[in-house]
């Protein structure tokens, strides 16, 4: 046994007062919240830690995890099942560097309470709700998957093997086969929420035509606006989970939209958001009230983080001065795309069949040759091409 495990052990077992005896904590306002007397001994316990996978039945931690050997995780296997079977799970140690496939979760650890009953091991335990409702729509009906899971992988009350623990996981996310992104259970308005993100990420995929060309698509907008103000898009973990991984398949409830994380989708899935959120039906009520900047900072993250690894570098283009300042008002609409030229000409970025202004044009028809310039600057994207010539 491992000597910071069982001292921290016998500090565990120790006999300890929710206050300090003589009412001393009344002359120590500096103490730390959460510390303790043990025997003469000042110790910090698990008092505002997160309670993970155990409160509920009462199950202790030296139960449920066995030590972990150095480079060694664990991984959740969750056992097939269908419809409310109980949650069946087994833990399993592997070193990383020869670790069988697996997949890893980003979600939101949301609600503590009250616990959801599974089995690990054997052992009837509480997990988080969210976790539940996640295992539940990932579980097969027949064979196991392979997962991790920091709230169920992490004995999150041992301090040294969180400590450890999470400052691996950027090779966690790293070595998964995808990272599963958790949004939450479904509503009323996921379905067409998540079948509007899918023209950004996949439009070969979508049979019919982006939403937003219509005048009556306020559920889409609504179904999408939904979708990008879900909790996972406003944590700081969750950025490092999705810029980490090789892909992301997004998840909500059943409902999946998925993305490789190489350059060249990278950089179209980019394009396709910048370019719908500047167009003249996108500033058109509904679709106004969507922001999309949520989306674009997980995908701008993203290239940087390939960039690094690849030394290949993706250049800032017209479009993307003209996003960041989608927001600017003009008269005209083409007054938001002849505004650009004297910056095109500064940073080199190249306006060629775009200089010659012409107010008789409608701003459909003046996006639609600015979409033509963009593909010019763009020829390895691969852009529907509706997209190019004037069908938004």
Same mark, same amino acid.
């Given at each position: 046994?491992?000597?910071?495990?069982?001292?921290?052990?016998?500090?565990?077992?120790?006999?300890?007062?929710?206050?300090?005896?003589?009412?001393?904590?009344?002359?120590?306002?500096?103490?730390?919240?959460?510390?303790?007397?043990?025997?003469?001994?000042? &110790?910090?316990?698990? &008092?505002?830690?997160?309670?993970?996978?155990?409160?509920?039945?009462?199950?202790?931690?030296?139960?449920?995890?066995? *030590?972990?050997?150095?480079?060694?995780?664990?991984?959740?296997?969750?056992?097939?099942?269908?419809?409310?079977?109980?949650?069946?799970?087994?833990?399993?140690?592997?070193?990383?560097?020869?670790? *069988?496939?697996?997949?890893?979760?980003?979600?939101?650890?949301?609600?503590?309470?009250?616990?959801?009953?599974?089995?690990?091991?054997?052992?009837?335990?509480?997990?988080?709700?969210?976790?539940?409702?996640?295992?539940?729509?990932?579980?097969?009906?027949?064979?196991?998957?392979?997962?991790?899971?920091?709230? +169920?992988?992490?004995?999150?009350?041992?301090?040294?093997?969180?400590?450890?623990?999470?400052?691996?996981?950027?090779?966690?996310?790293?070595? %998964?086969?995808? &990272?599963?992104?958790?949004?939450?259970?479904?509503?009323?308005?996921?379905? +067409?929420?998540?079948?509007?993100?899918?023209?950004?990420?996949?439009?070969?995929?979508?049979?019919?035509?982006?939403?937003?060309?219509?005048?009556?698509?306020?559920? %889409?907008?609504?179904?999408?606006?939904?979708?990008?103000?879900?909790?996972?898009?406003?944590?700081?973990?969750? &950025?490092?989970?999705?810029?980490?991984?090789?892909?992301?398949?997004?998840?909500?409830? =059943?409902?999946?939209?998925?993305?490789?994380?190489?350059?060249?989708?990278?950089?179209?899935?980019?394009?396709?958001?910048?370019?719908? %959120?500047?167009?003249?039906?996108?500033?058109?009520?509904?679709?106004?009230?969507?922001?999309?900047?949520?989306? +674009?900072?997980?995908?701008?993250?993203?290239?940087?983080?390939?960039?690094?690894?690849?030394?290949?570098?993706?250049? =800032?283009?017209?479009?993307?001065?003209?996003?960041?300042?989608?927001?600017?008002?003009?008269?005209?609409?083409?007054?938001?795309?002849?505004?650009?030229?004297?910056?095109?000409?500064?940073?080199?970025?190249?306006?060629?069949?775009?200089?010659?202004?012409?107010?008789?044009? =409608?701003?459909?028809?003046?996006?639609?040759?600015?979409?033509?310039?963009?593909?010019?600057?763009?020829?390895?994207?691969?852009?529907?091409?509706?997209?190019?010539?004037?069908?938004?």
């Amino acid at each position: 046994m491992e000597k910071p495990n069982y001292f921290w052990r016998i500090l565990q077992k120790s006999w300890g007062f929710a206050r300090l005896p003589f009412r001393l904590d009344r002359w120590l306002p500096f103490l730390p919240r959460g510390w303790r007397i043990s025997f003469g001994i000042w &110790v910090r316990l698990s &008092v505002d830690q997160r309670d993970c996978v155990h409160a509920q039945v009462g199950v202790k931690t030296t139960e449920l995890y066995a *030590p972990l050997s150095k480079g060694d995780i664990r991984i959740l296997r969750l056992e097939p099942g269908t419809g409310s079977d109980p949650l069946v799970i087994g833990l399993e140690h592997h070193n990383l560097s020869n670790a *069988p496939p697996y997949e890893a979760l980003s979600y939101c650890w949301g609600s503590e309470r009250p616990k959801r009953r599974c089995f690990i091991d054997g052992l009837e335990v509480g997990i988080l709700p969210n976790v539940e409702d996640a295992l539940r729509n990932l579980r097969l009906p027949d064979c196991p998957r392979r997962l991790w899971i920091d709230s +169920v992988c992490i004995n999150q009350s041992y301090f040294l093997e969180r400590n450890d623990q999470v400052a691996r996981m950027d090779d966690i996310y790293r070595c %998964a086969q995808q &990272v599963l992104v958790w949004l939450g259970s479904p509503d009323e308005q996921s379905t +067409v929420g998540m079948e509007a993100l899918r023209f950004f990420v996949d439009p070969a995929s979508v049979p019919t035509d982006a939403p937003w060309y219509f005048s009556s698509s306020r559920d %889409a907008a609504l179904g999408l606006r939904s979708i990008l103000q879900r909790a996972w898009w406003k944590r700081f973990w969750t &950025v490092q989970e999705a810029v980490l991984a090789r892909q992301v398949l997004l998840m909500c409830g =059943k409902h999946t939209v998925r993305w490789r994380t190489n350059i060249s989708t990278l950089r179209r899935i980019k394009f396709m958001t910048k370019f719908a %959120a500047t167009s003249p039906q996108w500033e058109l009520a509904p679709f106004h009230e969507v922001d999309l900047q949520p989306l +674009v900072e997980i995908i701008e993250a993203q290239i940087r983080e390939r960039e690094e690894e690849t030394g290949v570098r993706v250049e =800032k283009d017209i479009l993307d001065v003209r996003y960041e300042f989608r927001n600017r008002q003009c008269t005209f609409f083409s007054d938001k795309l002849y505004a650009l030229l004297g910056l095109a000409e500064s940073r080199r970025m190249g306006l060629k069949g775009l200089e010659l202004v012409d107010y008789t044009q =409608k701003a459909e028809e003046a996006h639609a040759k600015f979409a033509a310039v963009l593909h010019g600057l763009n020829p390895g994207l691969d852009i529907p091409k509706e997209w190019v010539h004037g069908h938004l």
